[in-house]
T-cell receptor, first 112, second 109 residues
Framework: EPEVTQTPSHQVTQMGQEVILRCVPI?????FYWYRQILGQKVEFLVS????????KSEIFDDQFSVERPDGSNFTLKIRSTKLEDSAMYFC??????????FGSGTQLSVL | KNEVEQSPQNLTAQEGEFITINCSYS?????LHWLQQHPGGGIVSLFM???GKKKHGRLIATINIQEKHSSLHITASHPRDSAVYIC???????????FGPGTSLSVIP
């Protein structure tokens, strides 16, 4: 089965530092998403991306967050100045037309 | 109020038991997803439903659009079924997925 690939699997950073989380969605998919899950809580939506632009974003997705699809294959989430409360598992997902969602295995971000 | 609710929150079963996890939602949807999350954290899509019933191996998912309710059944449960099962909905195609709180299932040998 095709896979969504996320790197790195773990990222440790100091508060205030910038981090970039990377995702390679399934090649013929058109819709891309970032979600996050704080330990012990449910998965929360961050942002959706279609046709090279953000289609929807949540209240969590403030000015510190940005997404890019720089080269037609990678899909990145950047956090400019990390805060302690950004510590979470971040999931990338993609879908095609009328298809189920495919999730990456996640990046565990720890902000110290 | 949460848009997606699940019950039970936690479930322990003996190997071989028939298991049912319920999901209710309060919004109009175009699709409902059942997802599985293992202790390592990865999320796997089990089913995407817009009506009726789907079956895959020992897993069966049903949805009643009028009652805004879905169930996930596991027949002949096995310890490897131990995971968190998550119900999630989409209001329109390609819309964000709204996650439920999950049901933590533990199947004991």
């Amino acid at each position: 089965e095709p896979e969504v690939t996320q790197t790195p699997s773990h990222q440790v950073t100091q508060m205030g530092q910038e981090v970039i989380l990377r995702c390679v969605p399934i090649s013929n998919h058109l819709y891309f998403y970032w979600y996050r899950q704080i330990l012990g809580q449910k998965v929360e939506f961050l942002v959706s991306f279609y046709n090279n632009e953000i289609s929807e974003k949540s209240e969590i997705f403030d000015d510190q967050f940005s997404v890019e699809r720089p080269d037609g294959s990678n899909f990145t989430l950047k956090i400019r100045s990390t805060k302690l409360e950004d510590s979470a598992m971040y999931f990338c997902a993609s879908s095609g037309t009328g298809e189920k969602l495919f999730f990456g295995s996640g990046t565990q971000l720890s902000v110290l | 109020k949460n848009e997606v609710e699940q019950s039970p929150q936690n479930l322990t079963a003996q190997e071989g038991e028939f298991i049912t996890i319920n999901c209710s939602y309060s919004v109009g949807i175009s699709a409902l997803h059942w997802l599985q999350q293992h202790p390592g954290g990865g999320i796997v899509s089990l089913f995407m439903l817009s009506s009726g019933k789907k079956k895959h191996g020992r897993l069966i998912a049903t949805i009643n659009i009028q009652e805004k309710h879905s169930s996930l059944h596991i027949t002949a449960s096995h310890p490897r079924d131990s995971a968190v099962y998550i119900c999630a909905v989409q209001k329109t195609s390609y819309d964000k997925v709204i996650f439920g709180p999950g049901t933590s299932l533990s199947v004991i040998p």
